[in-house]
């Protein structure tokens, strides 16, 4: 009997062809596990997610939720992780810019060496080819922040790809961030736990993957959100 999976995916304006990797990758994994998806519909702007919805639940389990204004993926990712009932649950972007294989491996570490948070990083790689100077500094930057002076063996906090238990759904249920650092968030407070155990997986990027710019507005918000996490969250 196949192990069921729930794959959460927060929506927020999506380009024309997220419908095909998402069922690209059911077909590549659907004999593997017995996955579901949660997509979270972030307010989008743009038509059409819901009629693609419509269609696309024809063909894989699809389970839809949406709401009105654009909260943030961290505050979308909530309601889809809330709506769980699998055992395993694993967050990507609703485009799945990782390759297949990063995500079964996400899946196997979690299912099969009884881990409560399987954390994504990201090799050199993807800072040589997917990533622009501006914020090949800024990742690496904050990397050197979190490792240095926070002292966290998970330096990668922002990909964005992980996969938990339950006890790890427990503890992402507990962020408050709404927006860039839930992902800081959820391995900082998870790491304080001594009770839940983090295993890094290696993941790799598809190719041609092209990132949105870091609006200086977005880099203030977040580090007052950052402040709040380290001060408000010690424990």
């Known amino acids: 009997m196949l192990v069921p999976v729930d794959i959460v995916l927060p929506c927020y304006n999506p380009n024309d062809t997220w419908h095909k990797e998402l069922t690209g990758f059911y077909n590549a994994a659907k004999h593997l596990y017995a996955l579901n998806f949660i997509l979270v ?95 090949k500094i800024l990742s690496k930057s904050f990397r050197f922040f979190i490792k240095r002076v926070l002292g966290m063996a998970i330096t990668d906090t922002q990909c964005g790809l992980k996969g938990f238990n339950k006890t790890g759904r427990e503890k992402f249920l507990s962020t408050t961030i709404n927006r860039y650092l839930f992902d800081f968030e959820f391995i900082y407070i998870s790491g304080k736990d001594k009770s839940i155990s983090i295993m890094p997986v290696e993941v790799q990027l598809k190719d041609n993957i092209v990132f949105s710019k870091m609006k200086l507005k977005v880099l203030v918000q977040e580090s007052f959100n950052l402040l709040r996490i380290l001060l408000f969250k010690k424990k």
Not at 50 to 56: D, G, R
Not at 61 to 67: N, V
Not at 79 to 105: E, L
Request: charged share 15%; hydrophobic share 35%; glycine share 8%.
């Open 41 to 135: 519909n972030d307010g989008s702007l743009t038509t059409g997610v819901a009629k693609t919805v419509e269609q696309l639940q024809q063909q894989v389990p699809l389970q839809y939720i949406s709401y009105a204004g654009n909260k943030g993926k961290g505050y979308a990712l909530r309601q889809g992780v809330q709506a769980s009932q699998s055992n395993v649950v694993v967050y990507t972007d609703v485009d799945f810019p990782f390759t297949t294989q990063s995500m079964i491996s996400v899946i196997n570490v979690v299912v099969n060496y009884e881990c409560d948070i399987a954390a994504g990083y990201r090799s050199e790689k993807y800072y040589r080819e997917n990533m622009s100077f501006y914020r």
